[in-house]
């Protein structure tokens, strides 16, 4: 591979049907393995835990991301794109925002309309800040440190804001099969809009890129939650492992590429 070759790839895949697969199965193993640390393993199981003394969703977000940040100092450090490494870094920042948002919306007190807006906020104060510092958000500028600290930082910011925007919606009326269809819907209709309208197909990565998360957490809590709150009340763990075998399955079986680089003006 020739150095000018190298220079037009970014260090993200191509965004492709297979990414978005992969994605969503990252989100929702990242509800279930978060749940499953916080919840199952340090006993966060109410509303109204963690308000005192140990906090597990604390914890959970301590483990998770320190995690995070070593992978993606790795993601930094590498000079080209890894599948793995970064599909594992996508994993460690969706589980870290399980925990984080769990703890924002609940142990914090703010619920999740209060966790849902502040997170709302800060993804779109890291956008604003990425877009005024290197011109672009688009993942295509992903291929030099800077756009890669703002990338992992929108990335963590939107996992985060997906979780408690999903926990807000399937607490509702909908619960977890209704909202699931909502955000599904409108994963739909901004599938329709990249193909059919003149909207910026960056925003729309972006507005994808989010709902995915959502998406996920509602799912993952159908499948653990108790049969009595409209779960299927499986096992956190044995969903986990199920998930990650067909991430890591999908990411063996379907063609990895890095994603084309913006070409910078002489």
């Known amino acids: 591979m020739t150095d000018d070759f190298k220079d037009a790839l970014t260090k993200v895949p191509a965004v492709t049907l297979g990414f978005w697969v992969i994605k969503i ?29 140990f906090n597990g969703y604390l914890v959970g977000t301590a483990l998770f991301g320190g995690l995070l940040a070593a992978l993606v100092w790795m993601q ?4 080209a794109f890894h599948p793995w490494l ?10 870290a925002g399980t925990t984080l948002a769990d703890f924002a919306t609940r142990s914090l007190g703010i619920g999740y309309p209060g ?28 291929h030099e440190p800077r756009a890669e ?31 699931a269809l909502i955000f599904g819907g409108a994963l739909a209709l901004v599938a ?47 969903a986990s492992l199920v998930l990650g075998g067909a991430i890591i399955a999908l990411i063996w079986l379907v063609p990895q590429r890095a994603g084309q680089a913006e070409r910078q003006a002489a």
Not at 86 to 95: F, L, N, P, R, V
Not at 194 to 199: A, D, E, N, T, V
Not at 206 to 226: C, E, M, N, S, Y
Request: charged share 10%.
């Open 149 to 179: 600290l703002y990338y992992w930082l929108t990335i963590t910011f939107s996992q985060t804001l997906g979780t408690a925007l999903g926990d807000w919606v399937a607490d509702g009326p909908l619960g977890y099969s209704g909202a």
């Open 25 to 53: 199965l990252a989100t929702t193993f990242g509800e279930t393995m978060g749940d499953t640390v916080s919840m199952s393993w340090l006993g966060e199981t109410t509303a109204a835990a963690g308000q005192g003394g």
């Open 86 to 95: 970064y599909w594992a870094t996508i994993i460690a920042s969706t589980t």
């Open 192 to 238: 329709g809009a990249y193909f059919r309208s003149r909207i910026s197909h960056v925003a729309l990565f972006w507005a994808a890129f989010i709902l995915t998360r959502p998406l996920g957490a509602v799912v993952g809590d159908f499948l653990d939650k108790p049969v009595s709150h409209g779960g299927l009340e499986l096992s956190r763990l044995v």
């Open 76 to 79: 930094i450090r590498a000079h």
């Open 115 to 142: 966790g849902s807006l502040l997170l709302l906020a800060l993804v779109l104060a890291s956008l604003f800040v990425w877009h005024r510092a290197m011109g672009s958000i688009s993942v295509s500028s992903v």
